[in-house]
């Protein structure tokens, strides 16, 4: 662990840790064309430290599902999603048995004339068991794979104290089969966009990290590592547009997804600056509602600098 010492805003000496396995990981993310900062690299840290889930909230396209890839990548792992949705069970997100194959056997042992009564036990085993996602991650050989289970929030209360118990453990019975345990205990990255409130339970089961909107230098950064070949300077008009876009009330606000699809479109058009031809082309690939899409086009003197609004300066 190192120390760097910088002049304080009060006057005064100021130390900042540089712990190398936060800086290790920061970099890894950057590699891999994410850019993390230093509050979600040590999140990230003491997830892996501590070994406990990391929630994660923040609004939709700032990169939460993302974030779980790239972690999976830098771990050198398997990843395994989960995506929630509303009445989402523990049987659907486990195991189900595989009913057509065990009926086929059923049929064949019958049409050869054999001996049916073992075959009720022949017909639950793990041949025609079908494993999720969340038994998928409790069977899966070292390395421990990075589970991630995606929009925790529109799942149901129900799913939710299950899950809760599931992280707490990571084991669960079969009846045919037994209680099969986690070999290694999986990474996990919950997400969550706040369509509803969790539970204090399951936060209290996790480390917690907000995503927020970036900066727009940040966001330019962004852009930059994952469009190595997109020009800084349109890097930085894109992020700086967004930020002013962001600040419509706009019904879905588009996120750092929405501007590298920006970007690649405005490439794949011939684009090399923002005016208001360049964003009236390809808008498609930044607001996804109609009344939005007709707002931006209205507020585009504004939200355009001076003189690229297709106006005269």
């Not at 910088?6 to 006057?11: F, K, R, W």
């Not at 025609?128 to 070292?142: D, G, K, N, S, V």
């Not at 300077?233 to 876009?245: D, K, T, Y």
């Not at 009330?249 to 929405?258: I, Q, S, Y």
Request: proline content about 6%; some cysteine; charged content about 25%.
């Amino acid at each position: 662990m190192l120390r760097s010492w910088h002049p304080g805003t009060t006057g005064r000496t100021e130390w900042t840790i540089i712990h190398p396995q936060i800086e290790a990981i920061a970099t890894a993310l950057r590699q891999e064309g994410y850019v993390a900062d230093r509050a979600l690299a040590t999140a990230l840290h003491l997830m892996i430290a501590l070994d406990q889930p990391l929630l994660v909230e923040g609004p939709a396209g700032v990169g939460k599902t993302e974030l779980a890839k790239v972690l999976a990548q830098h771990l050198n792992t398997r990843l395994i999603r989960l995506q929630c949705y509303e009445g989402l069970d523990a049987a659907a997100a486990l195991y189900e048995w595989d009913y057509p194959r065990q009926l086929l056997r059923i049929r064949l042992a019958e049409a050869a004339k054999g001996d049916l009564g073992g075959l009720a036990h022949d017909l639950f085993t793990r041949e025609f068991l079908l494993e999720r996602p969340l038994l998928q991650a409790i069977t899966a050989p070292a390395p421990a794979p990075v589970l991630l289970i995606d929009e925790v929030d529109r799942a149901d209360e129900e799913f939710e104290a299950f899950l809760l118990e599931l992280l707490g453990e990571f084991q669960v019975t079969v009846p045919e089969l037994g209680t099969l345990r986690a070999a290694a205990k999986p990474k996990v990255v919950l997400t969550s966009n706040r369509t509803r409130e969790l539970s204090d339970a399951l936060r209290r089961r996790c480390l917690y990290h907000w995503i927020d909107y970036p900066d727009p230098d940040r966001e330019a950064e962004i852009l930059r590592a994952r469009l190595p070949h997109l020009d800084g300077h349109l890097a930085g008009e894109i992020a700086r547009f967004m930020q002013r876009l962001r600040q419509l009330p706009l019904g879905r606000a588009p996120g750092v997804a929405e501007s590298v699809d920006w970007a690649q479109a405005l490439l794949a058009l011939g684009h090399q600056g923002l005016d208001a031809e360049a964003c009236r082309e390809s808008f498609s690939a930044v607001l996804k509602d109609r009344e939005d899409l007709a707002l931006a086009v209205a507020e585009l003197p504004s939200l355009l600098p001076s003189g690229e609004d297709g106006h005269p300066a």
